[in-house]
């Protein structure tokens, strides 16, 4: 019984911080998690998005424009250069 008085006793050794601390090392797994199903739910959507926009679509070859993967549109935002000619017109190279 005098082991766990001394152990297990309310006593003021730990400040209230101190519990904030543990509490977010314990528990900083979960954020992440909650985080990556939230990014891939708003990739759905956009996809979604992308496969409903009337705008984007070819009429030579009369298709409208299809999300095959989530993360397309996180790809299509990492375009750097465009090639075009002197006129400042893109151009299609078929021979």
């Known amino acids: 019984n005098k082991l766990f008085e001394e152990n297990c006793s309310d006593s003021d050794g730990y400040a209230d911080v101190s519990y904030w ?19 891939e739910t708003i990739n759905i959507f956009q996809a979604f998005f992308v496969d409903q926009d009337l705008e984007m679509y070819d009429k030579e070859l009369g298709v409208a424009a299809m999300a095959r ?6 790809d299509l935002g990492q375009i750097e250069y465009i090639f075009s000619d002197k006129t400042g017109t893109l ?3 078929e021979m």
Do not use: H, K, Q
């Not at 909650?34 to 990014?39: A, E, G, P, W």
């Not at 993967?69 to 996180?74: E, I, K, P, V």
């Open 21 to 39: 601390f543990t509490f977010l090392i314990l528990f900083s797994n979960l954020l992440p998690i909650s985080l990556y199903v939230t990014i």
């Open 69 to 74: 993967t989530s993360n397309m549109n996180g």
């Open 91 to 93: 151009t299609c190279n």
